[in-house]
């Protein structure tokens, strides 16, 4: 997705070698206003290869300003990387610690983390102190540093039992560092603040690694393969006493008209208990013939208990809700880059208003894929 105010930040970043990413529009327009020219927007979303690729010939470093009260909690960040390992990659509305460290090395630039004054966002610190903001950045730690500090706060390392989450938080970080000097160094410091052998951390880390590989494999095959919408029909076809459950977001998930219409046929009928035979909805030919389709294309499929069908119905409603709001969010992007080619502020204002809905939602959808993920909810075994 686009990054905002690039065209007008394009030359201050390669001057200054460097690119200060923050959320929102205001940001931008309020760090251009006070002379600092090389801040671009996420706007709200998830940082991309795209906007990746569009940083790399300009850049020797990266910083991004992120929201204290999402960044700096341990638990949020363990569970926004249980939640990549469980559910489709990308799917939250800050960057995930491993794809930082990820993005670190492709882009082959140093990487580093602005830690926001509590309740500030970069358009108020910029407006109250200018040279504050110019601290921050100065001071902006790199990426690893940030992610030691910030998932051993509070942890008592004396104790063995905040040891070892110390080390679950770490040591995945660590393994996902491509260079190995800089792997073995950061194994070194996390041996030297916990206090352990460095060989049975490092053992740790690639059973750790093993285990994942192993786990997630067929997972990412078997979600790569699917259509979502179809594949949450066919759940619904498998249990339609499960329609009421997705009914509040049916104008969201269903884009294609067939799907909707066999939505909206389960819903009018009778309450059934199992599996739906086609001749038992109202259904005109066509559609008969779409349902047929939807059921032979999962017939090989292992049989799902309806415990296994619900979670999946929960799933893949969270990633068509995340699909639908990124869809949204990119149309809002070119539009607010339309308005801003324009002079048209009033358009501006409008759609830099519905780009921030579009991110609270976005927000409140990681918030239940982080508690899922906690919760242990994992995909059925036929993903």
């Given amino acids: 997705s686009v990054l905002f105010g690039i065209d007008l930040a394009r030359e201050a970043i390669r001057r200054a070698e460097t690119a200060v990413l923050v959320e929102g529009y205001m940001d931008v327009l309020m760090a251009h206003q006070a002379g600092f020219r090389n801040v671009v927007a996420t706007m709200g979303t998830a940082l991309s290869r795209e906007q990746l690729a569009v940083l790399k010939p300009l850049v020797r470093r990266v910083v991004l300003a992120l929201d204290p009260d999402v960044a700096g909690d341990r638990a949020t960040l363990r569970g926004l990387e249980v939640a990549r390992e469980s559910l489709e990659t990308r799917v939250v509305p800050v960057p995930t610690a491993r794809g930082l460290i990820r993005y670190e090395t492709e882009l082959e630039a140093e990487l580093r983390i602005l830690s926001l004054p509590e309740g500030r966002d970069p358009d108020e610190v910029i407006r109250e102190d200018p040279t504050r903001w110019e601290q921050l950045v100065t001071d902006a730690m790199p990426v690893m540093d940030y992610y030691f500090k910030a998932l051993t706060a509070g942890l008592d390392l004396s104790k063995a039992k905040d040891k070892a989450a110390a080390a679950e938080a770490l040591l995945p970080l660590i393994a996902e560092v491509t260079n190995g000097i800089e792997r073995a160094h950061h194994l070194q410091r996390l041996a030297a603040m916990l206090r352990t052998d460095e060989r049975v951390l490092a053992q740790q880390m690639e059973r750790h ?145 519905a780009v921030d809905d579009v991110a609270v939602r976005l927000r409140e959808l990681a918030a239940m894929e982080r508690a899922r993920a906690l919760a242990g909810k994992r995909a059925p075994r036929e993903w």
């Fill in 209 to 353: 690694g093993r285990e994942r590989r192993a786990r997630t494999a067929p997972l990412e095959a078997g979600v790569a393969e699917l259509d979502l919408e179809e594949y949450l029909v066919y759940l619904l076809l498998l249990y339609p006493d499960l329609v009421e459950s997705v009914a509040d977001w049916a104008h969201e998930l269903f884009m294609q008209t067939e799907n909707a219409a066999v939505f909206a046929a389960l819903r009018e009928g009778p309450v059934l208990a199992g599996p739906v035979r086609v001749d038992e909805l109202p259904l005109d030919d066509p559609l008969r013939g779409h349902v047929e389709s939807v059921l032979s294309a999962h017939a090989q499929r292992p049989p799902l208990s309806r415990e296994e069908a619900e979670e999946a119905l929960q799933t893949v409603v969270l990633r068509l809700r995340r699909q639908r709001l990124k869809e949204r969010d990119r149309e809002l992007q070119a539009m607010i880059q339309a308005a801003l080619e324009e002079g048209d502020s009033e358009a501006l204002r409008r759609y830099g208003s």
